[in-house]
């Protein structure tokens, strides 16, 4: 992979905490649906996928809410597990996230970067260093 994958998770995982807030029911159903169809919905958790992802469909259909804080953060941590599997496999959203580490590292390039396909095009080039030349992100 471009990065060490823990540390690639770790990056996507960091990235979901701070930007999901609201779990719905087109937001479960649409994660499962992508994972599924990449192959990467049975590496999720047994008891997250089947326990609660699975419960919540229905649940949610009903037009039932989740009213328990313990249990809304549980299901936001099974979301968010499901969804950086997804995510990591997305060249993309990595070269987003890489260019956007180097952005915070090198302050110098912040007032050039303007534009999201800048931050883009920033990971693009440091995923396409050869290992050796690559200075570290962490």
Do not use: C
């Amino acid at each position: 992979m471009f990065i060490p994958p823990e540390e690639a998770l770790g990056h996507v995982r960091n990235f979901l905490n701070n930007t999901i807030n609201v779990i719905s029911l087109q937001l479960i159903q649409s994660i499962r649906r992508v994972a599924i169809r990449l192959g990467v919905w049975w590496r999720v958790n047994p008891l997250r996928r089947g326990g609660l992802l699975e419960a919540a469909i229905p649940y949610l259909r009903r037009g039932l809410r989740f009213k328990s804080p313990k249990a809304l953060e549980m299901l936001r941590e099974a979301v968010i597990e499901a969804l950086s599997l997804v995510l990591i496999r997305k060249v993309r959203f990595m070269a987003y996230l890489i260019g956007k580490k180097l952005v915070e590292r090198l302050k110098w390039v912040g007032p050039i970067v303007r534009r999201v396909q800048d931050i883009i095009n920033m990971g693009l080039m440091w995923l396409n260093t050869p290992i050796m030349y690559r200075p570290g992100l962490t």
